[in-house]
């Protein structure tokens, strides 16, 4: 059977490292090896306070992002979730099989209602249900994800599993692909992933200049009150590895062990080495800057693609949960 991929990213507005690395960097990848379908999910991003008149502009900003980075239209489908109503819809039926305990054990649901005191709605609960209609469908067999997103994807599994057993089979169960890099943490608080939610010194935005990444990584924290490797210094060096600086990477290390490495020099290293991977994206980022109609052309070309499948998965459920 040929492999389907699926894959989202919500519509924060433009994309930061650890985006890159935990995520993009394997979907440019992915997209030569396997039938690859990306999509913006916009309607996950309402599940938290937002500014409706600021939404367009975060779609758009991402999908410059993803273009930039090199997910190329060619060879996969990039789209907008709200431009397939039918991810709702098969949301909805999900919704009806979905035991309320599997969702009460999401991790995630638990650290965003802490993080959204004021905003437990819900959407935040069933997110993973939703999640669940993003993939399967599309019949998406292999979902490119870290380990903090493993819990979900067997939550699909649970679903898909549920579906088949109570209408008849349709639905793959789909597998986690687990990503190469490591989570990226945050340079000003090691203890938590690189977020945009944090505040400006806590991520550095593909769209940074050589001049705010150099500031950003100098005042990355490092120091420890114990003297062994802090996490803020692993955080530097897995960095430079995903970056494709193994090799420099054990020079450093060994440097660091003997206690002849000074952060100072290892923060421009980490800098300069971001700045050469990040300067070609922001340059043509900056050509599709130029061309936007053309990247919403690309979006609505996409949206097509994806209707058409998800139409013929949701014929095939109507007709097996015995509606319309």
């Not at 409706?52 to 273009?67: E, N, Q, T």
């Not at 907008?80 to 969702?103: C, D, R």
């Amino acid at each position: 059977m040929k492999n389907l991929i699926f894959s989202g990213i919500q519509p924060t507005g433009s994309l930061h490292l650890g985006n890159y690395l935990g995520a993009i960097k394997q979907w440019t990848k992915l997209q030569h090896e396997h039938e690859s379908i990306f999509c913006i999910v916009d309607y996950h991003a309402i599940t938290v306070a937002y500014d409706p008149k600021k939404l367009p502009g975060r779609i758009s900003d991402v999908a410059l992002d993803l273009l930039a980075c090199g997910i190329d239209p060619s060879k996969s489908t990039l789209f907008v979730q709200s431009q397939v109503p039918e991810h709702t819809e098969l949301g909805w039926i999900f919704n009806t099989l979905t035991p309320i305990a599997e969702l009460e054990r999401m991790t995630q649901y638990k650290d965003k209602s802490k993080q959204h005191k004021e905003n437990i709605n819900a959407g935040l609960f069933t997110y993973p249900v939703l999640q669940a209609a993003d993939v399967l469908l599309y019949k998406a067999n292999l979902i490119p994800v870290g380990e903090d997103q493993v819990q979900h994807v067997e939550l699909m599994r649970v679903i898909a599993k549920k579906f088949n057993k109570t209408f008849g089979k349709l639905f793959p169960e789909p597998k986690p692909l687990l990503t190469e890099q490591a989570r990226v943490m945050s340079l000003a608080d090691p203890a938590k992933k690189m977020s945009k939610s944090l505040g400006e010194k806590h991520y550095i935005a593909l769209a940074d200049s050589d001049e705010v990444i150099k500031k950003k990584v100098r005042s990355a924290v490092t120091a420890t009150s114990h003297g062994d490797t802090s996490p803020g210094v692993e955080n530097l060096f897995a960095i430079l590895e995903a970056l494709g600086g193994e090799a420099l990477v054990k020079e450093l290390k060994a440097q660091h062990k003997k206690g002849s490495l000074q952060y100072s020099e290892l923060k421009d290293v980490v800098a300069n080495t971001i700045i050469s991977h990040l300067s070609p994206i922001r340059e043509r980022r900056a050509e599709l800057e130029k061309e936007r109609e053309r990247v919403g052309e690309i979006l609505i070309e996409g949206a097509k693609t994806a209707q058409k499948i998800a139409r013929d998965t949701m014929e095939e459920v109507r007709k097996k949960i015995g509606v319309r």
